[in-house]
């Protein structure tokens, strides 16, 4: 088998979250790493241990324990924004690797639970915390995830067209969230709203 006919398979079995859990950029990029580089095939917690059996098979490596590094196994998710909160600084939109979240600026925000992952990477970004990960009751078929890589593609690509860097959005994402907290904390109004949604949030949280 040839190394693009390898990377090719072993993205394939992949399950496409695009969840970086694996401390790479995507799922491509951690199959380019096992095939090229020897990475260890241990590192995806939403593929679990039946993920880890099928690179074995692909790769040759003996099974081993998913990496405590990376996180523990995941069950199915969906992401909820709490519209009412929601102060529209697109924020999320921007993290998100599969479009799954649609809205405009200083608009709410909404998702969409078919094309939505589980990944969590909007989570962070949400300066009012208002998006929770909600169980569901989904198992994530190859033809999920063969959707996923496709709505992860077409992302990426339109992102190369506006954004040399495209590759780390994630990370931008994050260091733009202190600078839209500022905006939204910049009066007395909003930042007392801000401190309503977040003390809300942590008691629903806890409760
Ligand atoms: S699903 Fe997440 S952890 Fe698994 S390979 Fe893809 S990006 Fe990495
Ligand atoms: S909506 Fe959130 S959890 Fe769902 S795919 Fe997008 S970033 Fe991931
Ligand atoms: S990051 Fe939070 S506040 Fe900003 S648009 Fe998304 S849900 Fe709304």
Redesign the pocket.
Known sequence: MSTSDLIQRIDAALPQTQCTRCGYDACLPYAQAIALDNESINRCPPGGEAGIALLAQLTGQAIQPLDPECGSPTTPTVAF?DEEH????????QACPVDA?V?ANKQ??TVLADRCTGCDL?LA????D??QMLPIEREWTEELADQARHHFQQRQQRLSLKHAESGSVAARVLANKPKVSAQADSTTHRKATIADVLAKARARRQS
Do not use: R, Y
């Open positions: 924004i929601c102060i529209g600084c697109t924020l999320c939109i979240i809205g709410m925000h909007c970004p949400c300066p009012v208002c998006i």
